[in-house]
């Protein structure tokens, strides 16, 4: 299976600063038909996960532009330009190129 | 507005069967395959199953390949999740999700507990 390891598993962060997240995965996740399916989501306690971004670096609809996604081969990030309050909460990365899908540990924001 | 709406989850005894149902509206649900994801009290997401829009294709997880059996009923717009011989390490919150490479919506969740 395609391990996903993110860093740091905990994040204090301070609201206006920014942050960022690592996402490393164990194989490469370029899919044969050329894409990259790399996603990262968001939770709140005691709700369902949300999808910020899909295929490295597109952001869903509605999702701040104070979030962006980066990387290529097996190294990922997450970086959140100035954090807000509503930013709390824990991030995954999950890979969607490999049979079974993965997700990392998850990485607690808190301010 | 897309939504996914799970039930059937609760209490169950180890060795017990539950079937998880998750409604799904607002979209052209046949043309997505969909997924379940679970959550451990206070784990991380673990992916559990996946099927094609058609039904013809379907993925499982290690940890629930033999036990669990996903489907859907694509007139009435319902994925459902077959859970058989489950165990105490099966306790979670179980989600349905459209798509498989990056779940875009997600339902509420459900919880099964099994215990005696």
């Known amino acids: 299976d395609v391990v996903m390891t993110q860093s740091p598993l905990s994040l204090p962060v301070t609201l206006g600063q920014p942050a960022s997240i690592s996402c490393r995965s164990s194989?490469?996740?370029?899919?044969?038909?050329?894409?990259?399916?790399l996603s990262w989501f968001h939770q709140r306690p005691g709700q369902s996960p949300r999808r910020l971004i899909y295929?490295?670096?597109i952001r869903d609809s509605g999702v701040p532009d104070r979030f962006s996604g980066s990387g290529s081969g097996t190294d990922f990030t997450l970086k959140i330009s100035r954090v807000e309050a509503e930013d709390v909460g824990v991030y995954y990365c999950?890979?969607?190129?490999?049979?079974?899908?993965?997700f990392g540990q998850g990485t607690k924001v808190e301010i | 507005e897309e939504q996914l709406l799970d039930s059937g989850g609760g209490l169950v005894q180890p060795g017990g069967s539950l079937r998880l149902s998750c409604a799904a509206s607002g979209f052209t649900f046949s043309t997505y395959s969909m997924s379940w994801v679970r959550q451990a009290p206070g784990k991380g997401l673990e992916w559990v199953s996946v099927i094609s829009g058609d039904g013809g294709t379907k993925y499982y997880a290690d940890s629930v390949k033999g036990r669990f059996t996903i489907s859907r009923d694509n007139s009435k717009n319902i994925l459902y999740l077959q859970m058989d011989s489950l165990r105490a390490d099966d306790t979670a919150v179980y989600y349905c999700?459209?798509?498989?490479?990056?779940?875009?919506?997600w339902g509420q969740g459900t919880l099964v507990t099994v215990s005696s």
């Open positions: 295929k490295v670096s």
């Open positions: 999700a459209r798509g498989s490479s990056g779940p875009d919506y």
């Open positions: 999950m890979q969607g190129t490999h049979w079974p899908r993965t």
């Open positions: 194989q490469g996740l370029v899919y044969r038909d050329g894409n990259t399916y």
